[in-house]
């Protein structure tokens, strides 16, 4: 199974780690310090930490996350197999000074961030973590709704109908049977319907999988804002097991998040020439200042920029302005738009 994942995939024992640390990291509920950086690179980021001057309850914070990553040399923690990107998050709690880290196999935006509470759209983006999804399991006479968030099932809904399988002797004709069976399916799956409406709220994607055609029978029953969210599943039963459910619903978000990014790029070639885009990195850090940015698209890649340390300020000013920021990992998309070490904007508004 694990080699038919997508290269660029997570296996899922370092999703269900990750998903558990960003758990632990909801806690938070104070200002916090986010810091990720490519391993190896270690001693760049405690000098961008000791040059940015802050206030001093967060110069405390950066102090402590600066001894910790030269402990971190030594022994880098890992969620997979290879460490590539090292994460950090400091906090106060109670006058005192709290530390948490985790590594990943896979290359994530160097990122270093003060905001409200934990930095972690990073996650969200490449590992496709803490995503709610909708899991629907039927056949035409149960069904099990499951919502996910992340690793979790946070609501769970199980119908069912009594159903006679085939027409006896006697009685009605096998046609009038087959009509009756046909009714009360259709009903069934109206009822599956409107739980799976009810569930809905925030969902990502619903993915419907079972055995035979009830899928796409049900897929009927559903308005056009829920099909929109729907992916057929296949080779899921009530028996598949929840390991094997995990990496269905790892590839379907990577697909997800795949063609959202695409939809993003797309709506940044047609606003090109309106005027309502930005390539140049000095433009785009004087949109992000008076708020005119309203997506800003960076490549995993850009600390291979010289200029890298600008960026890492254009990030913070977007999390401030509430502009989206959208982190882009696909070569093929970087190519195109060549910003393996640069940032893109869409602007809320022109600019002179």
Request: hydrophobic fraction near 35%; glycine fraction near 4%.
């Amino acid at each position: 199974m694990q080699k038919n994942l997508d290269s660029s995939e997570i296996i899922p024992s370092e999703w269900l780690q990750i998903n558990q640390f960003l758990h632990e990291l909801k806690q938070i509920d104070s200002q916090c310090v986010s810091v990720y950086y490519p391993y190896g690179k270690g001693q760049e980021t405690i000098s961008l930490l000791q040059e940015t001057k802050r206030s001093e309850s967060l110069e405390k914070i950066e102090s402590k996350i600066e001894k910790r990553i030269t402990e971190l040399k030594k022994n880098p923690p890992s969620a997979g197999k290879f460490t590539k990107t090292l994460c950090i998050f400091g906090w106060i709690k109670n006058g005192k000074v709290n530390i948490e880290e985790i590594g990943t196999s896979k290359k994530l935006p160097y990122t270093y961030m003060v905001s409200k509470k934990p930095f972690v759209k990073p996650f969200h983006d490449i590992l496709k973590i803490n995503h709610d999804v909708l899991l629907v399991t039927l056949d035409q006479k149960t069904a099990r709704i499951q919502k996910f968030h992340g690793s979790q099932i946070i609501q769970e809904s199980k119908l069912r109908i009594d159903l006679q399988g085939r027409h006896r002797k006697g009685g009605q004709s096998q046609g009038r049977f087959l009509r009756a069976r046909q009714t009360k399916i259709h009903v069934f799956f109206k009822k599956v319907a409107n739980k799976v409406r009810m569930m809905d709220s925030n969902s990502e994607l619903i993915l419907l999988g079972g055995i035979g055609p009830a899928k796409t029978e049900f897929y009927g029953e559903l308005d056009s804002e829920l099909t929109k969210k729907c992916r057929f599943v296949e080779t899921l039963s009530f028996s598949t097991s929840l390991r094997d459910i995990e990496k269905k619903i790892i590839h379907h978000l990577y697909q997800h998040r795949k063609k959202y990014v695409e939809e993003i790029i797309e709506k940044y070639e047609k606003l090109v020439k309106d005027g309502l885009t930005a390539k140049r990195n000095d433009v785009i850090y004087k949109a992000l200042e008076i708020g005119a940015v309203d997506t800003l698209i960076v490549s995993t890649d850009y600390y291979s920029n010289p200029k890298f340390k600008n960026i890492i300020k254009m990030l913070e000013i977007a999390k401030k302005t509430s502009s989206k920021i959208e982190f882009a990992a696909s070569q093929k998309i970087i190519k195109k738009l060549e910003i393996n070490d640069s940032v893109l904007a869409i602007l809320r508004y022109r600019i002179k």
